[in-house]
Protein backbone atom coordinates (compact mmCIF):
# COMPACT_ATOMS: atom_id res chain seq x y z
CA UNK A 1 0.00 0.00 0.00
CA UNK A 2 1.57 3.40 -0.79
CA UNK A 3 0.71 4.81 2.35
CA UNK A 4 1.90 2.55 4.60
CA UNK A 5 4.97 2.29 2.13
CA UNK A 6 5.43 6.20 2.18
CA UNK A 7 5.69 6.00 6.56
CA UNK A 8 8.13 3.01 6.19
CA UNK A 9 10.36 5.39 3.99
CA UNK A 10 10.00 8.40 6.46
CA UNK A 11 11.22 6.23 9.18
CA UNK A 12 14.27 4.71 7.39
CA UNK A 13 15.11 7.80 6.35
CA UNK A 14 14.71 9.61 9.91
CA UNK A 15 16.53 6.42 11.28
CA UNK A 16 19.25 6.96 9.00
CA UNK A 17 19.80 10.52 9.72
CA UNK A 18 19.33 10.14 12.92
CA UNK A 19 22.44 7.90 12.97
CA UNK A 20 24.59 9.67 10.63
CA UNK A 21 24.54 12.79 13.08
CA UNK A 22 25.49 10.94 15.63
CA UNK A 23 28.48 9.13 14.06
CA UNK A 24 29.48 11.73 12.55
CA UNK A 25 29.50 13.26 16.26
CA UNK A 26 31.71 10.94 17.90
CA UNK A 27 34.03 11.17 14.92
CA UNK A 28 34.63 14.78 15.53
CA UNK A 29 35.00 14.11 19.45
CA UNK A 30 37.96 11.54 17.87
CA UNK A 31 36.04 8.35 18.94
CA UNK A 32 37.47 5.43 17.04
CA UNK A 33 35.14 4.16 14.80
CA UNK A 34 34.55 0.78 14.32
CA UNK A 35 35.51 -0.66 10.67
CA UNK A 36 31.57 -0.92 10.03
CA UNK A 37 30.68 2.43 10.89
CA UNK A 38 33.66 4.01 9.31
CA UNK A 39 32.68 2.10 5.89
CA UNK A 40 29.38 3.67 6.10
CA UNK A 41 30.68 7.13 7.10
CA UNK A 42 32.62 7.32 4.24
CA UNK A 43 29.37 6.06 1.85
CA UNK A 44 27.00 8.79 3.54
CA UNK A 45 30.27 11.56 2.76
CA UNK A 46 29.42 10.72 -0.83
CA UNK A 47 25.73 11.35 -0.44
CA UNK A 48 25.59 13.91 1.83
CA UNK A 49 28.79 16.15 1.62
CA UNK A 50 29.03 16.54 -1.85
CA UNK A 51 25.23 17.42 -2.30
CA UNK A 52 25.22 20.20 -4.19
CA UNK A 53 24.70 23.93 -3.00
CA UNK A 54 21.32 25.40 -2.69
CA UNK A 55 20.62 27.71 -5.42
CA UNK A 56 18.17 29.73 -3.25
CA UNK A 57 21.09 31.26 -1.14
CA UNK A 58 22.83 34.23 -2.49
CA UNK A 59 25.00 37.12 -1.21
CA UNK A 60 24.94 40.52 -2.30
CA UNK A 61 26.42 43.50 -0.78
CA UNK A 62 24.89 44.79 2.24
CA UNK A 63 23.39 48.84 1.91
CA UNK A 64 22.44 51.41 3.63
CA UNK A 65 18.81 50.14 3.81
CA UNK A 66 19.78 46.96 5.61
CA UNK A 67 20.97 49.48 8.63
CA UNK A 68 17.64 48.89 10.61
CA UNK A 69 17.66 44.85 10.10
CA UNK A 70 21.40 44.62 10.74
CA UNK A 71 20.66 46.84 14.05
CA UNK A 72 17.70 44.39 14.97
CA UNK A 73 19.92 41.66 14.36
CA UNK A 74 22.68 43.24 16.86
CA UNK A 75 19.80 43.03 19.59
CA UNK A 76 19.78 39.48 19.11
CA UNK A 77 21.14 37.46 22.52
CA UNK A 78 22.62 34.70 20.12
CA UNK A 79 24.21 37.34 18.12
CA UNK A 80 25.60 39.36 21.47
CA UNK A 81 27.06 35.72 22.78
CA UNK A 82 29.14 35.64 19.70
CA UNK A 83 30.26 38.73 20.30
CA UNK A 84 31.43 39.13 23.81
CA UNK A 85 32.30 37.29 26.89
CA UNK A 86 30.45 40.27 28.78
CA UNK A 87 26.41 38.96 29.30
CA UNK A 88 25.48 42.47 30.17
CA UNK A 89 26.50 43.43 27.01
CA UNK A 90 23.24 45.48 25.39
CA UNK A 91 24.20 44.67 21.42
CA UNK A 92 26.77 42.83 19.28
CA UNK A 93 29.79 44.68 17.84
CA UNK A 94 30.33 46.86 20.98
CA UNK A 95 29.23 50.70 19.81
CA UNK A 96 29.34 49.60 15.73
CA UNK A 97 27.15 52.43 13.83
CA UNK A 98 26.01 50.40 10.92
CA UNK A 99 26.15 53.68 8.38
CA UNK A 100 30.28 54.62 9.44
CA UNK A 101 30.50 50.89 9.39
CA UNK A 102 29.77 50.68 5.61
CA UNK A 103 31.61 53.78 4.29
CA UNK A 104 34.57 51.57 5.16
CA UNK A 105 33.75 48.79 2.40
CA UNK A 106 36.68 48.43 0.51
CA UNK A 107 37.52 45.55 -2.40
CA UNK A 108 39.43 44.07 1.48
CA UNK A 109 36.47 44.86 3.27
CA UNK A 110 33.39 43.66 2.08
CA UNK A 111 30.19 43.21 4.13
CA UNK A 112 27.57 41.10 2.36
CA UNK A 113 23.56 40.23 3.00
CA UNK A 114 22.66 36.51 2.70
CA UNK A 115 19.14 35.88 1.13
CA UNK A 116 17.02 32.88 1.15
CA UNK A 117 14.90 32.54 -1.83
CA UNK A 118 15.25 36.81 -1.36
CA UNK A 119 14.83 36.73 2.05
CA UNK A 120 17.74 38.35 3.90
CA UNK A 121 18.85 35.77 6.83
CA UNK A 122 22.35 36.93 7.65
CA UNK A 123 25.03 38.68 7.18
CA UNK A 124 29.22 38.32 6.50
CA UNK A 125 32.24 40.30 6.29
CA UNK A 126 34.87 39.22 4.24
CA UNK A 127 38.37 41.10 4.46
CA UNK A 128 41.99 40.43 3.19
CA UNK A 129 43.56 40.24 6.77
CA UNK A 130 46.69 41.48 5.67
CA UNK A 131 45.76 44.94 3.86
CA UNK A 132 42.49 46.08 5.11
CA UNK A 133 42.94 49.80 6.98
CA UNK A 134 41.94 48.80 10.54
CA UNK A 135 44.60 45.79 10.75
CA UNK A 136 42.54 43.97 13.20
CA UNK A 137 44.72 40.68 12.45
CA UNK A 138 47.77 42.53 13.19
CA UNK A 139 50.61 40.79 11.48
CA UNK A 140 49.50 38.00 8.85
CA UNK A 141 50.46 36.93 6.03
CA UNK A 142 49.40 37.96 2.86
CA UNK A 143 47.06 35.69 0.53
CA UNK A 144 44.46 35.46 3.29
CA UNK A 145 40.39 36.24 3.64
CA UNK A 146 38.69 36.09 7.14
CA UNK A 147 35.42 35.98 7.14
CA UNK A 148 32.60 36.84 10.60
CA UNK A 149 29.38 35.63 9.99
CA UNK A 150 25.96 36.02 11.91
CA UNK A 151 22.32 34.54 11.60
CA UNK A 152 20.16 37.05 12.46
CA UNK A 153 17.25 35.63 13.77
CA UNK A 154 16.91 33.02 16.46
CA UNK A 155 14.31 30.91 14.03
CA UNK A 156 16.92 30.49 11.61
CA UNK A 157 19.55 29.00 13.10
CA UNK A 158 20.44 25.06 13.11
CA UNK A 159 18.52 24.85 9.81
CA UNK A 160 21.45 24.33 7.43
CA UNK A 161 21.47 28.42 6.26
CA UNK A 162 25.07 28.63 8.07
CA UNK A 163 26.64 25.84 6.05
CA UNK A 164 24.97 27.46 2.92
CA UNK A 165 26.45 30.62 3.56
CA UNK A 166 29.96 29.80 3.94
CA UNK A 167 29.95 27.80 1.08
CA UNK A 168 28.93 30.55 -0.82
CA UNK A 169 31.91 32.77 0.58
CA UNK A 170 33.74 30.23 0.35
CA UNK A 171 33.37 30.30 -3.46
CA UNK A 172 33.49 34.23 -3.74
CA UNK A 173 36.91 33.99 -1.75
CA UNK A 174 38.63 30.83 -3.65
CA UNK A 175 37.67 32.49 -6.61
CA UNK A 176 40.60 34.43 -6.84
CA UNK A 177 43.23 32.32 -7.68
CA UNK A 178 46.21 33.61 -5.24
CA UNK A 179 43.61 33.23 -2.21
CA UNK A 180 45.35 29.78 -0.34
CA UNK A 181 43.30 29.58 2.65
CA UNK A 182 40.49 31.46 4.96
CA UNK A 183 40.89 32.41 8.56
CA UNK A 184 37.91 32.69 11.15
CA UNK A 185 38.54 34.33 14.79
CA UNK A 186 35.33 33.26 16.81
CA UNK A 187 35.49 33.41 20.47
CA UNK A 188 37.16 30.44 22.33
CA UNK A 189 33.95 30.37 24.52
CA UNK A 190 31.65 29.98 21.08
CA UNK A 191 31.80 25.83 21.00
CA UNK A 192 29.04 25.51 19.23
CA UNK A 193 30.64 28.04 16.21
CA UNK A 194 33.55 25.73 16.85
CA UNK A 195 31.87 22.48 16.17
CA UNK A 196 30.12 23.99 12.97
CA UNK A 197 33.51 25.47 11.96
CA UNK A 198 35.33 22.08 11.92
CA UNK A 199 32.35 20.14 10.31
CA UNK A 200 32.71 22.80 7.46
CA UNK A 201 36.83 21.45 7.17
CA UNK A 202 38.14 24.55 9.77
CA UNK A 203 41.30 23.74 11.79
CA UNK A 204 41.66 24.84 14.96
CA UNK A 205 45.10 26.22 15.36
CA UNK A 206 45.79 29.04 17.48
CA UNK A 207 44.51 30.58 20.60
CA UNK A 208 44.75 34.61 20.28
CA UNK A 209 43.70 37.47 22.21
CA UNK A 210 42.23 40.54 20.07
CA UNK A 211 41.61 43.32 22.40
CA UNK A 212 39.57 41.75 24.98
CA UNK A 213 38.03 39.00 22.86
CA UNK A 214 39.64 35.84 23.64
CA UNK A 215 39.66 33.63 20.12
CA UNK A 216 40.52 30.45 18.94
CA UNK A 217 41.24 30.82 15.58
CA UNK A 218 40.74 28.83 12.70
CA UNK A 219 42.15 27.93 9.11
CA UNK A 220 40.00 26.12 5.91
CA UNK A 221 42.86 25.61 3.22
CA UNK A 222 42.20 25.58 -0.60
CA UNK A 223 42.73 21.67 -0.84
CA UNK A 224 40.55 21.67 2.25
CA UNK A 225 37.77 23.18 1.16
CA UNK A 226 38.56 21.45 -2.62
CA UNK A 227 38.28 18.05 -0.71
CA UNK A 228 35.56 18.54 1.16
CA UNK A 229 32.70 20.32 -1.29
CA UNK A 230 34.15 18.62 -4.27
CA UNK A 231 31.71 19.85 -6.33
CA UNK A 232 31.15 23.61 -5.33
C1 LIG B 1 27.40 29.84 13.69
C2 LIG B 1 26.18 29.93 12.76
C3 LIG B 1 26.46 30.88 11.60
C4 LIG B 1 25.88 28.53 12.24
O1 LIG B 1 24.78 28.61 11.38
P1 LIG B 1 23.58 27.56 11.50
O2 LIG B 1 22.70 27.73 10.32
O3 LIG B 1 22.95 27.68 12.84
O4 LIG B 1 24.39 26.24 11.36
P2 LIG B 1 23.92 24.91 10.67
O5 LIG B 1 22.42 24.73 10.76
O6 LIG B 1 24.56 24.80 9.32
O7 LIG B 1 24.60 23.95 11.70
C5 LIG B 1 24.08 23.87 13.04
C6 LIG B 1 25.24 23.86 13.94
O8 LIG B 1 25.71 25.20 14.12
C7 LIG B 1 26.28 25.32 15.38
N1 LIG B 1 25.80 26.51 16.08
C8 LIG B 1 26.64 27.50 16.47
N2 LIG B 1 25.97 28.45 17.10
C9 LIG B 1 24.67 28.06 17.13
C10 LIG B 1 23.47 28.64 17.68
N3 LIG B 1 23.51 29.84 18.34
N4 LIG B 1 22.29 27.98 17.51
C11 LIG B 1 22.24 26.80 16.82
N5 LIG B 1 23.34 26.20 16.30
C12 LIG B 1 24.54 26.83 16.45
C13 LIG B 1 25.98 24.05 16.13
O9 LIG B 1 27.19 23.28 16.11
C14 LIG B 1 24.91 23.37 15.32
O10 LIG B 1 25.06 21.98 15.35
P3 LIG B 1 24.10 21.10 16.31
O11 LIG B 1 22.69 21.32 15.81
O12 LIG B 1 24.61 19.74 16.09
O13 LIG B 1 24.32 21.66 17.69
C15 LIG B 1 24.90 30.43 13.49
O14 LIG B 1 24.59 29.52 14.47
C16 LIG B 1 25.06 31.81 14.08
O15 LIG B 1 24.84 32.80 13.40
N6 LIG B 1 25.39 31.89 15.38
C17 LIG B 1 25.53 33.15 16.06
C18 LIG B 1 26.71 33.95 15.53
C19 LIG B 1 27.98 33.15 15.59
O16 LIG B 1 28.23 32.40 16.53
N7 LIG B 1 28.84 33.38 14.58
C20 LIG B 1 30.15 32.79 14.53
C21 LIG B 1 31.08 33.74 15.18
S1 LIG B 1 32.70 33.56 14.53
Redesign the pocket.
Known sequence: MPYLSQHHWVDRIAGWLYWW?HAR?EHERGIPLTAETGRKLEGCKDWTWNMALDPRMTLRPMALADVPLLDLWDRQP??I??TSDNPDQPKAFGDTYWPDELALTAPDNRYVIAELDGRPI?AMQIIDPCTEQTHYWGEVEPNLRAI????GAAD????????M?MRRAFQVCFAEPAVTAIV????AS?T??H??YR?LGFVPEDRRLFGDDDCLVHRLTREAWRQRFPND
Open positions: KEHVAAGDIWIDLGKGYGEMIDPLNRAKFR
